[in-house]
């Protein structure tokens, strides 16, 4: 029986076939997500019941159905041999990630107007340049972030934390919870783009893909929140 190798054993061309691969998933699954965003906007009822879990608790109910399907994306992702639930994983979270952004993006076309789109557009070139750069460091300089795991799960409890009190007792996190959230979801894309380079085996580009789309969704999740509030 073979055995399976993390990525920092592999050759030189073993590794890049294998960034080749987590990289190639990452914008299928960004190019999933658009079209799914696309397919769930025209449909009004599906629109229509997204935007009603905005008000008080049903926000909360939603954040926690969304963190459970994400634990259950995760772990067909990572713990299943079968290469299908990898993909299943990946695919379940793509559209629980479109459903949860409905209201975000509904908010922000409305706000902006015909603008709404420019808005998009302009969330979307920051969070891939930020994504970019952040992506280079890490494999410019070879550093391991797994010592962000601790700081990153502390930073997200207390992040849940607030978000709760918010909805519970109705007041704005305002724009300085939005930006530090942005600074968590840039620590989590160095976290999850080191895994990819020390952490991750051979086999696991798809799971390496989801972390990626993961972070990178919650970076885009606060820069068009940010944008819409301006």
Same mark, same amino acid.
């Given at each position: 029986?073979?055995?399976?190798?993390?990525?920092?054993?592999?050759?030189?061309?073993?590794?890049?076939?294998?960034?080749?691969?987590? !990289?190639? +998933?990452?914008?299928?699954?960004?190019?999933l997500f658009i079209l799914v965003e696309t397919l769930f906007f025209q449909i009004d009822p599906i629109v229509n019941f997204a935007l009603s879990l905005t008000q008080g608790y049903l926000w909360l109910l939603m954040l926690g159905g969304f963190m459970l399907v994400t634990s259950?994306?995760?772990?067909?992702?990572?713990? &299943?041999?079968?290469?299908? /639930? +990898? !993909?299943?994983?990946?695919?379940? *979270?793509?559209?629980?990630?479109?459903? =949860? @952004? =409905?209201? #975000?993006?509904?908010?922000? /076309?409305?706000?902006?107007g015909n603008g709404g789109f420019d808005i998009l557009n302009q969330a979307a070139i920051l969070t891939l340049s930020l994504f970019t750069g952040l992506t280079a460091v890490v494999f410019m300089t070879k550093k391991d972030f797994s010592f962000l795991k601790s700081i990153l799960a502390i930073g997200f409890a207390i992040a849940l934390g607030l978000i709760a009190a918010g909805i #519970?007792?109705? @007041?704005?996190?305002?724009?300085?919870? &939005?930006?530090? /959230?942005?600074?968590?979801? &840039?620590?989590?894309?160095? *976290?999850?783009? &080191?895994?990819?380079i020390h952490k991750y085996?051979?086999?696991?580009?798809?799971?390496?893909?989801?972390?990626?789309?993961?972070?990178? /969704?919650?970076?885009?999740? !606060? =820069?068009?929140?940010? #944008?819409?509030?301006?």
């Open positions: 029986m073979q055995t399976v190798k993390r990525v920092s054993e592999l050759t030189e061309e073993a590794r890049a076939t294998f960034y080749k691969k987590t !990289y190639a +998933h990452l914008a299928g699954a960004v190019l259950y994306a995760e772990k067909l992702a990572s713990n &299943s041999t079968n290469t299908q /639930m +990898h !993909y299943l994983g990946l695919l379940l *979270y793509v559209v629980a990630e479109a459903f =949860i @952004f =409905i209201p #975000l993006i509904f908010i922000a /076309m409305q706000m902006a #519970l007792f109705g @007041f704005n996190l305002g724009l300085w919870f &939005s930006a530090g /959230m942005v600074v968590l979801a &840039s620590g989590s894309i160095l *976290y999850q783009t &080191s895994n990819i085996q051979e086999d696991q580009y798809v799971v390496a893909s989801l972390g990626l789309f993961a972070s990178l /969704m919650l970076l885009f999740w !606060y =820069i068009l929140s940010i #944008l819409s509030n301006d």
